[in-house]
C-alpha cells in the first residue's frame, strides 16, 4: 500500500524563502518512495512525501521549525490513495 504524508507551514512576513531552505534540509531517515516540496503566496511551504506503508504505520515525518520561522504551527495530513472508477 502506498501512504502520502502532507506538511505544510507559513513563514513569518518574508521569511518564505528560508522556510523552503529549512524544509528541503531535513532528512528523513529512512527516506520516502518520493518527495516533492511546493511554495505558494503568503510564505507558505508544503512537503508531500511517498510511502510503500500501511496507511497507520510510524513514519518519519518533518519536525515543526523554530517558532521564530513560522507564523504558526505545522500542519499534517495524511491520506490514501483512491482508485479510479472504471
Excluded at 52 to 69: F, N, Q
Aim: no cysteine; aromatic share 10%.
Amino acid at each position: 500500500m502506498t501512504v502520502a504524508l502532507m506538511w505544510e507551514a507559513r513563514a513569518v512576513t518574508g521569511r518564505g524563502e528560508e522556510l523552503l531552505a529549512w524544509a528541503r534540509a531535513q532528512e528523513l531517515t529512512p527516506g520516502p518512495m518520493r518527495r516533492e516540496t511546493f511554495r505558494a503566496p503568503q510564505d507558505r511551504v508544503l512537503v508531500i512525501t511517498w510511502w510503500d506503508a500501511d496507511y497507520d504505520a510510524v513514519l518519519p515525518e518533518l519536525p515543526d521549525p523554530g517558532g521564530e520561522l513560522v507564523s504558526r504551527a505545522a500542519h499534517r495530513w495524511r491520506f490514501e490513495p483512491v482508485p479510479d472508477p472504471t
